[in-house]
Each structure stands twice: as structure tokens, then as C-alpha cells.
């Protein structure tokens, strides 16, 4: 069974911006450098910084990108969804028109949306002088789904529009809402994926949560044009990857069966044997991590090679999934991995888990109908 | 197959879903002084609070939506360690009011925050699949659009689509700075409303299949369809065109006619710019197709419960169904130009009749994301 077909996708991340980027990133670190961060120095947009070291990109300009009209105002996650979304759909070969922006949606992962602007609009109010007004153009941006609305008002996309707060189940969430999106006819194509900005509010909460030992805290925007089987005409003529199948679920206090038991239900909804799937994709960030690479083995009954993206790209928090795709697609490019089967897993703190298995293709590779 | 809606259970400022529905009939108001610490301050000075507690004491938001969430599942006769149920929880905030109030407590505060507390998996036991949708004040109808969408894909036995929010000091002091002076209540559809207020509110309702097992099943209404759109104009004016398609999916997803509208439960949040653009999206969709609906709302009696809105609207609307009975907009005395010609419920509750006819709920929230929600008697 196939939920939906993957016409087109880009990323925004450390590695740069668009698929190409990608690409170059995942040879250099397949050599095994890169893995400590850029040096980003003491401080970020002048506020001070935990650690020097980062997976961000700080060369990143929203006009460079997107020109300075209507721009202004968005923050930084905004601005990396809305170029990741646009370089998607230019992978893809997807113009919006009038004819078809009513059956394009967007549904994009968040842990909390715009953690800065939620905290620097808070503090405006309370240090601004009398009469304490603060802009209002920049309140939009504390609302958690900004950046899925601002990407429809950007690139003109009136399909059903979603956020899926689920921090390290963000984008398997996403990927399951939009196929259901597309199944029940929504929607033809969803643009999903999900977003994480860099920002010294996130590298102290990191830093004061102890996440950071192992990587560093990054940023990305990473998005899949998604399609229904029957590819409509102007929704891409590419094939980059089958979404098999996509399952969520939820164990009381981390439970490992509930993480083993979604990967069982995952693979039960694809139709594929375990013995199959030669990649696992994990939200793990280092060799000696097993939390969701012991669990997914006991539902395979073998132990495939795994991806840690965290290692060379960061800790993204809700995009990690999307950034972790993503990179499975950049290593699929060339077509050496014709068909092979990877199975994509996270697991929160919250002890919600999810599991997707996915079929990779080389850009007009070895696909055939 | 088609869904129903088997169980409601709300909880607003007025109460259980029964007391705010019978509230709401006699046209009484939520609002109270707002109980925050250093309310003035905030330039808010009003709002409709839950119970009588402290409001930063902790938590308040997961346990009201246990609270709802297991009484859906009760009255609905669903046992989640036997069947198959999934929630969907929409919401805005979900506990930031907690993790504020976490992170300014002297003691607590320098603890990571508890956030295995934030599931409530351990309170409903059984329910092994939950996903939380944050699109703002239309959350509960994209909620209940998902819950519809697992029912009929045969995914689950058993869906709930809740959803709550409570008032953080931050969205509390935002709300208090982009306002000249404050709002002592809202006063939807009026000619002369000042804004909207924020209202604590949680609601679940349990959606299953409509077979033949659960004819001998408590039912309380037929979910028909729930329409989803997105304006992609602007992060907060409210856009017409886009509400208006949220309308028609609705209808053509079911295959049924606006025309057959008999009552509509409004968005009404009495803001400047809402109210305009769905009176003119509810005539140029609902009332230009030969419907003429009576026209009510609650967010002047229990304000605007974001999260929970649209499913607290979904409540009122199946109360009209089993009652007959239309509640007034509390807070309206005279409507807004652009409502000419609507029939606004004003003043006096108005009976629904016939009684086979839809009722529509609006949701519309910030980033131009718009759910239409019709049901009928089952």
C-alpha cells in the first residue's frame, strides 16, 4: 500500500539551502567531518550564546531570498519555511495557479512555533515606555502557526492549512496528517514538512536542559511535495520516494513496546517484509543512543544500517524528522539505492512515538510504473 | 459510512455544557473582573474564568481536559481499553499558562519542567494514539475534521476531538497591547462590540460510525462534514473568499445543499473585522442559496475559548438539535450594519424548526485557517 508519492522536496539547514546543498553536505560528512557545528561566536543577533558552536546558517537572509517586499515582518523560522516550501515546489515542477492553489495545503511540524518571537514580544510588553503599545505587525509571529500561514499567503496556497505541535514527533505527525489530508480528498498535494530556527533562546534551553551534550542545537526547514497516488498532471512528474505507510502512537513513561509495536503497525500497513528495510532513521544523536534503534530492531527482528542526522546536522528539534527525510532522499539522488526500503522513527520525551516507512528513488531513476 | 456524534462534554465559565447551553438560553454572561495578578496592568480587566480558583495554578488546562475527555468517553458507553480510540486535541496554548507560571515560581522554577504531566494518557487509559493540532481558534474543527476522517478510514473505533485552552499571562498581556482600551465584554454581531475577550473553555465530543451497532448507542447528532480552507492572504484579517470556501467544501464534501441551513452557531468574536466578513460570507454562501438560518453564537456568554471554540460551538449546535431551542447572541442588542437581513437571534431564545434541518459551526483562527462543521439530527 502507498499513501502518497513524494514529487519534489528541499531543505534549508547548516548544510545550506536547497537540494543540492544537501547532496554536498552528506559526502562530506559520509568522510566524517563537520560533526562539531560552524563557530557562530559569543553571541546571535546580540544576544549572548551558551556554546560558540552551532548547526546554523548564519549567512541566511530573507531578502537575498525572498526580496524585501512583504518580508519584513516574518521571523526566522517564517522566512526558512517559506524558501524551503518555494524550492520544493520549483523540485517538484509545480506551478500554482488559479486552476489548481485551492487543492495545494500546507501542514508543517512546530514544537513551539517561534520560541524568540513569543519571547521577545512578551518582553516588549513589559519594557516598552508609557503607553506600553507594542507593534502589532509583529504579534502574528508568537501564534504557533504562523509559519503554515504565511507560507500559503507567500506562495498563494488555499488548500487545508495545519500545525502539528509535536516537537521530536513533529513531522512523522505532519506526514500522517497529509496523507489522510490527500486520502480524504482535501487536498491533491501537501506541501509538508516542518521548521526549527536557530535563536539563543533555544541554545539556552538546550544548554539548561543538558539536551546539547552530544550535538549541538540547529536549525532547518525541510519540506516534501506529497501526492496521491495518482498523480495529477501538473503535481510533478517526479517520483522521489512512496510514503508506504505512517503510524503514531504513545507509551506511558517512554515505553519501548509502544515504540516497537508502531513500528510492527507501520510495517503491517505498508505490506512489506521486515527482512526488507536495509536503512533506520532515527532521531538518536550519537553511536551509543539506542532508545529507538533498540525497540525498531525488536519489531524488524534485525538491526538495519542506521542514519543519525542529528550527528552531522544537529539537534532540530521538530524538524528533525523532516531534515532526517530529507537527507535519506539527498543519499537516494544518485540512484544507487534504487527501491530500498527505509523505516523513520522518533521518540519524545512525552513518550509519544511514530514510525513511517518509506521507498527511495534516484531523480528520474530506476522508477517505473 | 458516516460519522456520529455520540457524547459532548464541555466545560466553560457557566459550567457543564447543560448549564452553559441553559445559561446562554437566558441570556446570561460569563465575564468577570480578570483574576490574574496585576490584572490592570495588563490593560485586560475582564474575562471568563473557569471556577473560582486561583488562574496560574498549575495545570488547570490538562485537567479540564480530562475531565471532559473522560465524560465524552463514559456518556459515549466507549471503553478505550477494549476498542480501538484516538484523540485529537486542538489547541492554541495547551499549558504555557503552567510553564509560565513554572518558570516565575522561586522554588519550582529552578526544576525542569514536568513534562510528562502535560499528556493525559495516564488520566484515560487506553487511549494509545494522540495528536495535538495547534491552528489557533479554529483548532477543535480541524480536530473534529480528523476525528471524522479516522471513523470513516475505519482506523479507529473511537475518536475524540477535544479541545481547551486556558489564559497565559503572555497572551493576556499581548492581547492588552495592540488594544487602545480594554474589553468589559464581548458583544459579537453588534453594532457598537469592542473586541473580543479570552474565555477558558475545554470540550471533548466522541465521533463514531454510523452502523448498526450503534443504533442501540447514545447518539446525539449526525456529523455530516467538516469543510477546511486556508484565506493565504493575510496572518489576521479575516478574508471572505476563504471563509466562503471553508463553507462550500463543507457542503460538497457531504453532497448536501446550504439551502437546507437551518441554524447557524457563528465564529462571532466580535472584533471589527470578523463579524463583517462572515455575515458576507454567510450570505453570499448560505443565504443567496435560499437558507435563511437563525443566527446565534456564545463568545458574549463564554468568550472566545480558542482551542475549544469550535467544539463548544459543535455543543451548542446539537443542544439546538435536541432542544428546538436557539439561544440568543448574549451581548447583542444591535446588529452590525453589514447583518442586514440576517436573522440574528436577539434578546429572546427562538425555536429551530423543522427540526430535520443542518445546523452550521464556524471556526475561523490567525493564519487565515477556516472550519465549517455541519451536523443534523441522527
Known amino acids: 500500500m502507498t499513501a502518497a508519492v513524494v514529487t519534489g522536496w528541499s531543505a534549508v539547514s547548516a548544510a545550506g539551502i536547497g537540494v543540492p546543498a544537501l547532496v554536498g553536505r552528506m559526502a562530506v560528512a559520509a568522510a566524517g567531518s563537520g560533526a562539531a557545528g560552524a563557530e557562530l561566536g559569543r553571541s546571535w543577533d546580540g544576544d549572548p550564546l551558551p556554546q560558540p558552536r552551532g548547526h546554523a546558517l548564519p549567512g541566511f537572509s530573507v531578502r537575498e531570498q525572498l526580496g524585501r517586499k512583504g518580508t519584513s515582518s516574518y521571523d526566522r523560522g517564517t522566512a526558512l519555511a517559506v524558501v524551503a516550501c518555494r524550492d520544493a515546489l520549483a523540485e517538484a515542477g509545480i506551478e500554482v495557479d488559479d486552476a489548481t492553489r485551492a487543492r495545494i495545503g500546507v501542514v508543517l511540524g512546530t514544537t513551539v512555533g517561534s520560541f524568540k518571537s513569543t519571547s521577545d514580544f512578551s518582553r516588549e510588553t513589559l519594557v516598552q515606555p508609557r503607553p506600553y503599545l507594542v507593534n502589532p505587525v509583529l504579534f502574528p509571529n508568537t501564534v504557533m502557526n504562523c509559519a503554515a500561514g504565511q507560507v500559503a499567503i507567500r506562495l498563494g496556497l488555499q488548500g487545508v492549512n495545519a500545525t502539528v505541535a509535536g516537537s521530536q514527533q513533529a513531522f512523522l505527525a505532519s506526514l500522517r496528517y497529509a496523507t489522510m489530508a490527500i486520502g480524504r480528498g482535501y487536498a491533491d498535494v501537501m506541501l509538508t514538512g516542518a521548521v526549527e530556527e536557530f535563536s539563543p533562546h533555544r541554545a539556552w534551553a538546550a544548554e539548561l536542559a543538558g539536551s546539547n551534550r552530544n550535538v549541538p542545537v540547529g536549525e532547518a526547514a525541510a519540506v516534501m511535495v506529497l501526492a496521491r497516488m495518482e498523480i495529477p498532471v501538473w503535481a510533478g512528474r517526479h517520483r522521489d520516494a512512496e510514503i508506504l505507510s505512517v503510524a503514531t502512537g504513545y507509551g506511558l513513561g517512554g515505553d519501548a513496546a509502544a515504540l516497537t509495536g508502531c513500528v510492527a503497525v507501520a510495517l503491517r500497513r505498508a505490506g512489506v517484509q521486515a527482512s526488507d528495510v536495509t536503512t533506520l532513521v532515527t532521531g538518536e544523536d550519537s553511536e551509543e543512543d539506542r532508545r529507538e534503534t533498540g525497540p525498531a530492531a525488536a519489531a524488524l527482528g534485525h538491526e538495519p544500517q542506521r542514519l543519525l542526522v542529528k550527528r552531522s546536522l544537529g539537534e532540530c528539534d521538530a524538524a528533525s524528522g523532516a531534515l532526517a527525510l530529507a537527507v535519506l532522499l539527498a543519499l537516494h539522488r544518485d540512484g544507487k539505492r534504487d527501491g530500498e526500503l527505509s523505516l523513520l522513527t522518533s521518540a519524545g520525551t512525552d513518550g509519544a512515538v511514530s514510525a513511517a516507512i518509506v521507498r527511495g528513488w534516484g531523480r528520474d531513476g530506476a522508477y517505473r510504473e | ?378
Open chain 2, 1 to 378: 459510512m458516516t460519522a456520529l456524534i455520540a457524547s459532548s462534554s464541555v466545560l466553560t465559565c457557566l459550567g457543564s455544557g447543560k448549564r452553559t447551553f441553559q445559561a446562554v438560553l437566558d441570556g446570561r454572561c460569563g465575564a468577570g473582573p480578570l483574576r490574574h495578578a496585576r490584572a490592570g496592568a495588563l490593560n485586560v480587566t475582564a474575562g471568563y474564568h473557569i471556577g473560582k480558583d486561583d488562574p496560574e495554578r498549575l495545570f488547570r488546562a490538562r485537567t479540564w481536559l480530562v475531565r471532559c475527555v473522560a465524560a465524552a468517553l463514559r456518556q459515549a458507553w466507549i471503553d478505550p481499553r477494549r476498542q480501538r480510540v484516538a484523540a485529537v486535541v486542538g489547541t492554541g496554548l495547551r499549558e504555557l499558562a503552567s510553564v509560565e507560571a513554572w518558570a516565575l515560581d522561586p522554588g519550582a522554577g529552578r526544576q525542569p519542567f514536568p513534562v510528562d504531566r502535560l499528556d493525559f494518557g495516564a488520566a484515560v487509559p487506553g487511549v494509545a494514539d494522540v495528536v495535538t493540532l495547534s491552528n489557533a481558534c479554529s483548532a477543535g474543527g480541524h480536530a473534529l475534521a480528523v476525528a471524522q476522517d479516522l471513523i470513516e478510514l475505519d482506523v479507529a473505533d473511537a475518536v475524540v476531538a477535544a479541545g481547551v485552552d486556558a489564559m497565559s499571562r503572555s497572551m493576556l498581556a499581548m492581547i492588552g497591547r495592540v488594544a487602545p482600551a480594554p474589553t468589559e465584554q464581548v458583544r459579537p454581531f453588534d453594532a457598537d462590540r469592542t473586541g473580543v475577550l479570552l474565555g477558558e473553555g475545554a470540550a471533548a465530543a466522541v465521533v463514531v460510525p454510523e452502523d448498526s451497532t450503534q443504533a442501540a448507542r447514545p447518539t446525539l447528532g449526525r456529523l455530516l462534514a467538516t469543510g477546511l480552507s486556508c484565506d493565504a492572504q493575510h496572518q489576521t484579517a479575516p478574508d471572505v473568499d476563504g471563509i466562503r470556501r471553508a463553507m462550500s467544501d463543507a457542503f460538497s464534501r457531504v453532497g448536501r445543499a446550504p439551502g437546507e441551513v437551518g441554524a447557524v452557531v457563528a465564529h462571532g468574536t466580535g472584533t471589527a473585522l470578523n463579524d463583517p466578513a462572515e455575515c458576507a460570507a454567510l450570505k453570499a454562501e448560505v443565504l443567496a442559496a435560499g437558507a435563511d438560518p437563525l443566527i446565534t453564537g456564545v463568545k458574549g456568554a463564554v468568550g472566545h475559548t480558542s482551542g475549544a471554540a469550535a467544539l463548544v460551538n459543535l455543543d451548542i449546535a446539537l443542544r439546538i438539535l435536541s432542544t428546538g431551542r436557539v439561544p440568543p447572541v448574549v451581548g447583542l442588542r444591535r446588529p452590525l450594519p453589514e447583518g442586514e437581513g440576517m436573522r440574528f437571534v436577539v434578546g429572546e431564545q427562538a425555536r429551530f424548526e423543522p427540526r430535520r434541518r443542518i445546523v452550521q459551526t464556524n471556526a475561523f483562527g490567525f493564519g487565515g485557517v477556516n472550519a465549517v462543521t455541519l451536523v443534523e439530527a441522527a
